[in-house]
C-alpha cells in the first residue's frame, strides 16, 4: 500500500469488515442508485460552484437541475453495468429492494432539494477550494490522499449531505470525516480552518429545507487524528476485521448489505479460511 484514500479509512471507521470484502479483497463495489443519486447532486453542486468561483454567479437553479439529471441519466448507466458485475454477490432481497427504488421519485426529490439549496445556502457560500485533492504523509512512505469537497472564502469547510428525515442535533466535533477534511485544509492551506459546516439537505416533496450544524472553531486535535490513522493502517495490516454491528442489526440484513452472503461465510469458515479462498478467487 503506497497510499490510503479517505474513502478506505471511512469504509474501515463504518464498518471494517465491508473493507475486508471491498478493499483487501478486491470484491466488486455495491451498486446503489440512492448513491448515483448522491453522486448526481455533488457533482451538480460542485460544478456549480466552480462556475461561481469563475464568474461570480455558476448556474442558476434551472440549469443546475438539467446538469443533474443528465449526470444522474449518465450514472444509472453505470449503475446497470456494476449491478451485473456483482449480481452473483447479491440476495434476492437487495435486487428487489433495489428494484423498487424509484428513479422518477428520485428526480422529483433531487429537483427540489436543488431549488431549496439555491434559495437559501447558494447565496450564503462564497467558494474558495472546490474538489480540492490533498496528499498528507503518513507512516512507512504511506500518504493519505482524498479531496476537500468545498470551502468558502471566509475559510469555513462545507460538507453536504443529502438525507430523507430532519438530522437531530450532532456532536460535529466527534466527526471523524470532518476531522480528517481539517488535516487536508491545513495540508493545503498551511493553516487551521475559521470553522465546520455541515449542511444537509432534507430531500421531501412536501417541506424540504435545509438544515445546518455548525462550529465557529476549529477542533483538530492533529496528534489524536493522525493516532486512529495508524491504529487503522496497523489494524489492516494485522488482519482485524470485523463486524461492528450489533446482533440482528437493520444494516447487517440481506436487504440493506450486498455482502450479507459473504458475512456469513465469514462466520462459516472463520477469517484465515475465508481470506486464503477469496484471495485465491482474486488471483484468478
Ligand atoms: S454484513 Fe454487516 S458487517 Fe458485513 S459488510 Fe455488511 S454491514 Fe458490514
Not at 454567479?57 to 453495468?81: I, M, P, Q, T
Not at 427504488?101 to 447558494?122: Q, S
Not at 428525515?165 to 466535533?173: A, C, F, G, V, W
Not at 487503522?232 to 476485521?241: P, T
Request: proline share 4%.
Amino acid at each position: 500500500m503506497k497510499h490510503v484514500s479517505f474513502t478506505q479509512l471511512m469504509t474501515y471507521i463504518r464498518c471494517p469488515e465491508h473493507y475486508l470484502f471491498r478493499y483487501k479483497l478486491g470484491m466488486q463495489r455495491l451498486p446503489r442508485k440512492v448513491l448515483k443519486h448522491g453522486f448526481a447532486l455533488h457533482e451538480t453542486f460542485a460544478y456549480h460552484f466552480d462556475q461561481k468561483k469563475k464568474d461570480g454567479k455558476g448556474l442558476n437553479a434551472k440549469e443546475a437541475k438539467e446538469f443533474f439529471v443528465e449526470v444522474f441519466r449518465s450514472a444509472l448507466e453505470d449503475y446497470a453495468l456494476e449491478l451485473e458485475e456483482a449480481r452473483h454477490l447479491l440476495s434476492k432481497e437487495y435486487l428487489l429492494k433495489e428494484k423498487e427504488a424509484d428513479v422518477g421519485e428520485m428526480l422529483e426529490l433531487g429537483m427540489k432539494g436543488i431549488d431549496v439549496y439555491f434559495k437559501e445556502m447558494n447565496p450564503k457560500i462564497k467558494p474558495n477550494l472546490i474538489e480540492a485533492s490533498f496528499s498528507i504523509p503518513l507512516q512507512k512512505g504511506i500518504r493519505l490522499i482524498g479531496n476537500i469537497d468545498l470551502t468558502d472564502t471566509k475559510d469555513v469547510i462545507h460538507e453536504m449531505k443529502t438525507t430523507r428525515k430532519s438530522p437531530n442535533m450532532q456532536d460535529i466535533r466527534n466527526d471523524a470525516q470532518l476531522a480528517i477534511y481539517q488535516l487536508g485544509f491545513q495540508s493545503l492551506t498551511k493553516k487551521l480552518p475559521k470553522g465546520i459546516s455541515k449542511d444537509y439537505i432534507v430531500m421531501s416533496k412536501k417541506d424540504p429545507k435545509i438544515v445546518r450544524f455548525q462550529v465557529a472553531r476549529p477542533f483538530l486535535d492533529r496528534q489524536a487524528v493522525l493516532g486512529t490513522i495508524h491504529s487503522i493502517l496497523s489494524a489492516v495490516q494485522n488482519n482485524i476485521f470485523y463486524c461492528l454491528h450489533p446482533a440482528e442489526s437493520w444494516i447487517c440484513s440481506k436487504e440493506w448489505c450486498g455482502y450479507y452472503g459473504l458475512h456469513k461465510e465469514l462466520r462459516t469458515l472463520g477469517l484465515q479460511r475465508f481470506i486464503a479462498k477469496y484471495t485465491k478467487y482474486k488471483r484468478r
